[in-house]
């Protein structure tokens, strides 16, 4: 592969795995928060087994099209 051409992809190589894991930090992010206001609500509320429901709740958040 020629090196004009090595660099031009490396570059895109790089900019695509910058972009994943930015992706991936957001959506565990995402999970994070969501999981924490569902356990404070469902805490508040006294439901029982509210931490279950919390982590189940935050973990299906991050199943694009179907979320909290």
Known sequence: MPKD??????KYVRHS???MY????CQLL???IVFTLS???????????G???AMFIGVGDMIPYFGA
């Not at 051409?5 to 490396?10: G, I, L, Q």
């Not at 930015?22 to 930090?25: A, F, H, Q, S």
């Not at 356990?39 to 508040?44: K, P, R, S, T, Y």
């Open 51 to 53: 931490p279950v429901l």
């Open 39 to 49: 356990f404070i609500a469902l805490g508040i509320l006294g439901v029982q087994y």
């Open 17 to 19: 795995f910058t972009i």
């Open 30 to 32: 995402d999970v994070v």
């Open 22 to 25: 930015r992706y991936i930090y």
């Open 5 to 10: 051409k090595k660099a031009v992809f490396v």
